[in-house]
């Protein structure tokens, strides 16, 4: 039999046209949400009850992988395809907002009955305003604690956690000294957040003069960077190994002795480490640069949030309620172990008696946002770089500074001109 | 003549629409400041001549991922192709039995996906649990941090590069062997040539369009280095992998500084036509 590619090349065109059409787009009754990684597949097991409640709307969920979701996100704005709701990391609500993206959500929080400001932890409701408008409503929370070894420490000297900064130096040097582990803490260099809280600890503000130049090489920040770097000089954290494929292995080899990291490792910890090591480790909140424990840390997680594109606002804030009833934020977090946003989904019985994560409700209550400009992913990133270029040794700590502050300076001159613009139109 | 109009028409706009026109698009974006901002509305985006180049030349960044580059390309290129013969004469020899199983297996590589093969890589290169370390250790080497330390990722990306790619030009390479007359070979044996002065004066200049051929091919792949980086190192660590490509799409995708991004897209393009010339004038001069 002989293919016919005329009529092959006629079906190829019209399936290519009925893509482009789009169908679902028109479907006024399904609300389009997307969610990253675990919750995006753990979403779907709330939704049924959703839909008994509802069966006037439909729901239909895209998984995206964290690792894509951002240029995925900025894609689908770009190409006008973007969802009802979205999932949306909030230090990203900055940037979003500033594309006209997202909608503000102040008239549709005032009449709720579900969703209000004081149900849920203060400093992340923080992260959701800008210039008082709120933007996204806090679906989980992410912080960073101390996780540390509990028999170690105790061997050292210390059957409390270090308070802080000092002791927490201190008990390094013992870990280390006693060679009670090869080193006393992992410090990932390719992560922006350690320079960042310790900065944000000791009080530094990282922009200055309404966020449009870097204050990187202020005194507060130089003073908690010195402090970090001070782990690489003494030898206290590990230079080399960022590529620690299995952390979980050196913790239990004793390889480090504490990490600071989120409470997606409270439940990858519990599975993954030896069962002998269960009743050896611990979380505690972090150490303060004075005596003002505990000391801050970074007010994280994913906010909720509604597309301006989107013409099912109603039906779209109906789920995001859903999401945020007390009974949804629990189950979501026996789901995925995603901590709850809402602090009465807190004395769910499974987080009120787990010690190691009371350690992350005494944190939530004091966080502190990064700076809300949307260009903040590409300082961290700056950031982030310059810290690894000051721990190899390979630029003097108050040059790498410098450099930094400088790069920020570029990274925010758009910024700048457009606060110049905005002022001449007024 | 009308109608070959006519029949190259599809093509013809097709190449336009999909081609031509981002290339012009990029090109005229190269001068404007577009980025994230200007996404959202048009009138954010400044006409700002060629900044972004004046710029891009006052990157340090944009000197060491031009640095890496070249690195890649002056140590990966060569050795890629060395390899890839040496594993050809190899095959092509009358003494090698199961010829087609060897040939799959070194070809393997190539069509396994980059994704998969890093995953490996990763292990390969693990500091601790590391195969690649296992075997130093015999032979009394102290473990290396492959991918952490700056001085060794690039090695070690070089080295999974021209494990991954070498099978292609090695299938190039059997082809231009097996295309040399078997009595230039009887002839030099006559005259009393071993081995190697066979290889050397009969081999080598009868693979001399091919050699040429694989060169100009490798090198554009090889300044187009970015999977490797992008899924093994990132860039790091110290941006010591960052190569231009990467850096192209750090700064396009990840900063969305569009404007700055294409420059850098058109630099690369300059450096790749400059090396296309020089090898072109150099096979002329092999006249081919």
Known sequence: MKIRIGQLFAVFMALVILAGCNPKRSDPNTVEIWAMGAEGEHIQELIPEFQRRNPDIEVSVQVIPWSAAHEKLITAYAGESTPDICQLGNTWIPEFQALNAIIPLDSLVHTSKIINADSYFSG??????????????????????????????????????????????????????????????????????????????????????????????GERFQEAFNYLMGFFRDGLSPL????????????????????????????????????????????????????????????????????????????????????STVETQSQFYELVGDLPARVESWQDSSLANNSRVHAFYTQLQHVTPTPKVPEWEQIAYKVQQYTESAAYGELEEEQALKNLDSDVDKLLEKRRWLLEESAKDE | MRSAYLFLAPAMTAILIFFALPILAAFLMSFTDFDIYSLGDWSRARFIGL??????????????????????????????????????????????????????????????????VAVVWRYVYHPRFGLMNYLLGFFGINPVDWLGDPTWAMPALIILAVWKNFGYNMII?????????????????????????????????????TTLFVAIITMIGYFQFFAEPYVMTQGGPLNSTLSIVLLMYQEGFRAWRMGYSAAVAFVLFFIILIGSLIQFRLQKDVNL
Do not use: C, H
């Open chain 2, 173 to 209: 390479f059997i082809a231009g062997l097996q295309n040399i007359p078997e009595e230039l070979y009887e002839a030099a044996k006559m005259d009393g040539a071993g081995p190697f002065q066979q290889f050397w004066n009969i081999t080598l200049p009868m693979l001399a369009p």
């Open chain 1, 240 to 323: 080399g190994m960022t590529e620690i494929t299995n952390i979980y292995q050196g913790f239990a080899d004793g390889y480090y002795a504490m990490i600071v990291t989120g409470p997606w490792n409270l439940g990858e910890f519990s599975r993954r480490l030896p069962p002998e090591m269960e009743d050896k480790w611990a979380t505690a909140p972090l150490p303060s640069p004075d005596s003002t424990y505990p000391g801050l840390s970074l007010a994280g997680g994913s906010s909720l949030v509604i597309f301006r594109q989107s013409k099912k606002v109603e039906k779209a804030w109906k789920l995001i309620e859903y999401l």
């Open chain 1, 124 to 217: 992340i409701w923080q992260t959701n305003l800008l210039d008082s408008t709120v933007y996204g409503i806090p679906w989980y929370v992410d912080t960073r604690v101390l996780f540390y070894r509990k028999d170690l420490l105790e061997k050292a000297g210390y059957p409390q956690p270090p308070k802080s900064w000092e002791e927490w130096k201190k008990a390094s040097r013992v870990l280390a000294d006693r060679e009670l582990a090869r080193y006393a803490m992992l410090i990932p260099l390719n992560d922006w957040r350690y320079p960042i809280i310790f900065g944000l600890q000791n009080g530094a503000g990282l922009l200055r003069d309404g966020s449009q130049y870097g204050d990187f090489s």
């Open chain 2, 51 to 116: 900044d972004n180049y004046w710029n891009l030349l006052k990157d340090p960044l944009f000197w060491k991922a031009l640095k890496n580059t070249f690195y890649f390309v002056l140590v990966g290129g060569p050795l890629s192709i060395t390899v890839s013969l040496g594993a050809a004469v190899l095959l092509n020899s009358k003494l090698v039995q199961f010829k087609g199983l060897f040939r799959l297996a070194f070809f393997a590589p190539v069509v396994t996906t980059l994704v998969a």
